[in-house]
């Protein structure tokens, strides 16, 4: 019933700028927070940036001033991704808390299938 669907992810050269979109749908009663995860190869997943709903938003410190999230009123989240390096190259992962519609008072987290962002010259 709930999906976040991907998109934006390719190859780009060091320098170059990508914006990656998430969109949440399905019977969702309320979302409380959204933000990106990566993973690059052999390494461990971390969180990029967060934008929860009432809060301020956070970034990874590899990324402030590169990387900027927003969000929009139709339950999408964004990721621009600015003077991107070869250390950028991992999966990213569109993460949301939300409820469900008609369990409230439940909290959940849901996860992107993940898009592959690639920095090489």
């Known amino acids: 019933q709930v999906q976040l669907a991907e998109s934006g992810g390719g190859l780009v050269q060091p320098g170059g700028s990508l914006r990656l979109s998430c969109a949440a749908s399905g019977s969702i009663f309320a979302i409380y927070d959204m933000g990106w995860y990566r993973q690059a190869p052999g390494k461990q997943r971390e969180l990029v940036a967060t934008i929860p709903n009432g809060d301020s938003i956070r970034y990874a410190d590899s990324v402030k001033g590169r990387f900027t999230i927003s969000r929009d009123n139709a339950n999408t989240v964004y990721l621009q991704m600015n003077n991107l390096k070869p250390e950028d190259t991992a999966v990213y992962y569109c993460?949301?808390?939300?409820?469900?519609?008609?369990?409230?008072?439940?909290?959940?987290?849901?996860w992107g299938q993940g898009t592959q962002v690639t920095v090489s010259s």
């Open positions: 993460n949301a808390e939300l409820s469900r519609l008609g369990l409230p008072r439940i909290k959940s987290t849901y």
